[in-house]
């Protein structure tokens, strides 16, 4: 059982050996959430949420009525499914699809990720494309990695402005939706 107290928030989470991170929250979603805010009517994507820690995060915050959970792992979703029982979250959303293949919610106001930055970038690319889309205009997508450049080149080709910041040798990147068309088609 790992034991979490974050900014303040406290709760129990169950992982898995299988999954990333088995042992403790990793230091980089860690790093992402010293920095996000959330506001009273957000409504936040947890994409790629593992065993739940970022969602189960921002639904203590805020309700579990508007913090969506998704990952393509069977076994990610039955453990996230698990941690928000334990922590007294009968309906959290939380589901299984392959990105946003089978997942139709739109109107996020945030969407967090910690990407799989060590395989090829072609999942990151996918999660801000499609993100993007899911996100109204004003909302902000949050990822957190160990490789700065081709991420920040990737957020300002889709978002126009992208902020990053090194929290314990990880970059925290961010970006604000302004439009409803990608920044490179303007």
């Known amino acids: 059982m790992i034991r979490a107290d974050i900014n ?3 709760f129990e989470l169950e992982s898995h050996p299988d999954l990333f991170s088995p042992r403790r929250i990793d230091a980089g979603t860690l790093a992402m959430l010293s920095c996000v805010e959330f506001a009273e009517n957000d409504r936040v994507l947890d994409l790629g949420c ?8 921002a639904a203590k915050i805020l309700s579990e009525s508007c913090v969506f959970l998704l990952d393509s792992d069977p076994v990610a979703v039955e453990t996230a499914t698990k941690n928000a029982i334990v922590n007294n979250f009968s309906d959290l959303s939380i589901t299984q699809s ?9 109107g996020f106001t945030k969407i967090l990720c ?4 060590h395989a090829d970038f072609s999942v990151a690319k996918r999660f801000i494309l499609k993100g993007f889309n899911r996100l109204e205009i004003g909302g902000e997508m949050w990822f957190v990695t160990k490789r700065d450049k ?4 990737k957020f300002r080709s889709v978002f126009g402005t992208v902020q990053s910041q090194l929290i314990d040798g990880y970059f925290v990147i961010s970006a604000h939706k302004t439009s409803a068309s990608y920044a490179r088609t303007r």
Do not use: A, K, Q, S
């Open 150 to 153: 081709w991420y920040r080149n």
């Open 98 to 106: 392959d990105g946003f293949r089978d997942f139709h919610e739109t």
């Open 114 to 117: 910690n990407p799989p930055y």
């Open 50 to 57: 593992g065993y739940g820690v970022v969602g189960i995060y």
């Open 8 to 10: 303040g928030v406290c």
